[in-house]
């Protein structure tokens, strides 16, 4: 583990995995229409959008994306990580009020480059929404005791 309690890349293996939870809100549809400028009325107007295809409102597929950076942040690797890539593919609409699973699980390890790369996957009760795979640099213990010696 580094100093805030994050996976140094010494510390990962594949087959390790993390999720995390959040249930997206009115709030957090609003919000994130304002800091992207994604105004889209599929996410912010009820009436036009109960006339798509979706029957209703959906989140910004960013923001329930964002609930994989939130897993790599905070669980896997977790803290001192930077993400270098993602990829998605969007499987099905996340609504107000559905809560999101995000769970990583490390498929590669690059000890040499202190990388390593991700499935990553959010559900929405047994749906999957989003699938991907992200390509992460996580901190090093041996680095750090080389640049110490």
Same mark, same amino acid.
């Given at each position: ?16 995995? @993390? ?7 009115? =709030?957090?549809?609003? &919000?994130? /229409?304002? +800091?992207?400028?994604?105004?889209? %009325? ?7 959008? @109960? ?7 959906? =989140?910004?597929?960013? &923001?329930? /994306?964002? +609930?994989?950076?939130?897993?790599? %942040? ?76």
């Amino acid at each position: 583990m580094n100093g805030m309690n994050g996976h140094d890349i010494e510390d990962l293996h594949p087959g390790m995995q @993390a999720t995390f939870s959040k249930t997206v809100t009115e =709030a957090d549809i609003v &919000l994130f /229409a304002g +800091v992207s400028g994604d105004n889209n %009325a599929i996410h912010t107007n009820e009436e036009y959008a @109960a006339g798509t295809r979706f029957g209703g409102r959906i =989140a910004h597929g960013f &923001l329930t /994306a964002s +609930v994989i950076s939130a897993a790599v %942040a905070n669980r896997l690797p977790g803290p001192g990580t930077v993400y270098l890539a993602q990829q998605l593919r969007f499987l099905a609409p996340v609504r107000p009020g559905d809560t999101v699973h995000a769970t990583v699980t490390v498929q590669t390890v690059d000890l040499e480059r202190a990388r390593a790369v991700l499935h990553t996957v959010c559900r929405v009760r047994e749906t999957v929404v989003i699938d991907g795979e992200a390509t992460v640099m996580t901190t090093s213990s041996a680095r750090r005791a080389a640049a110490a010696a």
